[in-house]
């Protein structure tokens, strides 16, 4: 079955600690995996994807195969940073996502 | 705005009625998806099309509801007599399909938020 599990609904930090949010997959084959991120009323925006191996805001994830693990990682946190973050995954045929039920961080100041 | 444009952003009706979203993507986006979301959970995909082509409904889609593309651009969603368990906020997206260097980046519409009494 194809399906996206992130495990914490909510993850707090102070600012300037690092961040690690987890998130897991079962697909069969390989899936292309996203990091979605909404932040307080503004609609759904990609952050990343593991295709383009690129750090935005600072964020980085990389795709652990063996693991089947596609962690979303910061260093330092910002205030900023605050908002609902949503693992994602389509198929090779580029058709729709799979999200997961998404984890809000939390950066207290 | 160039973004995906979704309306109403808002829409209260009772329960038993039907009701129509639209759904205006990117210029020229040639994918346009569907999801719906409820309180605590990500976005759930309902279907999506290709162009004018509805390449495929999920299990979610029940007959109640239908999605047209009529002309490869603009897109509606209809819930006939709608149920309160309807209550969520329906999402749009669109893409295009890219060459080799990248695929299925979706952008997002601000959504339809539906509650029905």
């Known amino acids: 079955a194809q399906r996206v599990t992130q495990p914490e609904k909510l993850l707090s930090v102070f600012k300037g600690a690092p961040v690690e949010l987890k998130c897991n997959y079962s697909y069969s084959g390989s899936p292309e995996l996203f990091w979605y991120v909404q932040y307080s009323r503004q609609r759904l925006q990609l952050l990343l994807r593991?295709?383009s191996r690129e750090s935005i805001k600072g964020f980085t994830a990389d795709l652990n195969k063996g693991e089947t693990s596609f962690h979303l990682k910061k260093p330092f946190a910002q205030e900023e940073d605050s908002a609902m973050y949503y693992c994602a995954l389509s198929g090779l045929r580029a058709d729709k996502l799979i999200f997961g039920t998404g984890t809000r961080l939390q950066v207290f100041p | 705005d160039t973004g995906v444009s979704q309306n109403p952003r808002h829409k209260i009706t009772k329960r038993g009625q039907n009701v129509t979203f639209r759904c205006d993507p990117i210029?020229?986006?040639?994918?346009l998806y569907w999801y719906r979301q409820t309180l605590g959970q990500g976005p759930e995909f309902l279907t999506y099309f290709q162009n004018e082509a509805q390449l495929e409904k999920s299990r979610l889609l029940s007959d109640r509801f239908s999605a047209e593309r009529p002309k490869g651009s603009f897109s509606t969603l209809e819930i006939q007599r709608t149920e309160q368990g309807d209550s969520a906020m329906y999402l749009c997206?669109?893409?295009?399909?890219?060459?080799?260097?990248?695929?299925?980046?979706?952008?997002f519409g601000a959504g339809t938020r539906l509650s029905v009494l």
């Open positions: 593991h295709i």
């Open positions: 210029s020229e986006h040639n994918r």
């Open positions: 997206a669109s893409s295009t399909i890219t060459g080799t260097g990248g695929k299925n980046i979706q952008y």
